[in-house]
């Protein structure tokens, strides 16, 4: 069973960057498509950003050329530099698979852009 624990997130001003990580553990993690999704508070969790196994991406429109998904399979990560930050990008950030469900939901890593 995969674990999945992200981390990197904090208070940001807008403008601002952060690099979110998620570290997994298992075997079967580098066969799959991962994402990042994020939940805003009231809001429904949302996809914010996608990336397959060769290495296609897909991204929401909201953070379409701010934000950049990768992948380090040898050391079972996946990273999300989030750039040019927003305050409607503030919200509690996870990792899963890609569609979503496959593992459990870790803890998330809440990113907060405000001045």
């Known amino acids: 069973q995969v674990q999945l624990v992200e981390s990197g997130g904090g208070l940001v001003q807008p403008g601002g960057s952060l690099r979110l990580s998620c570290a997994a553990s298992?075997?079967?993690?580098?066969?799959?498509?991962m994402g990042w999704y994020r939940q805003a508070p009231g809001k429904q969790r949302e996809s914010v950003a996608r990336l397959t196994t060769i290495g296609i991406t897909n991204y929401a429109d909201s953070v379409k050329g701010r934000f950049t998904i990768s992948r380090d399979n040898a050391k079972k990560m996946v990273y999300l530099q989030m750039n040019s930050l927003k305050p409607e990008d503030t919200a509690v950030y996870y990792c899963?698979?890609?569609?979503?469900?496959?593992?459990?939901w870790g803890q998330g890593t809440q990113v907060t852009v405000s001045s």
């Open positions: 298992g075997s079967i993690f580098s066969i799959n498509a």
């Open positions: 899963n698979s890609a569609p979503p469900g496959k593992y459990n």
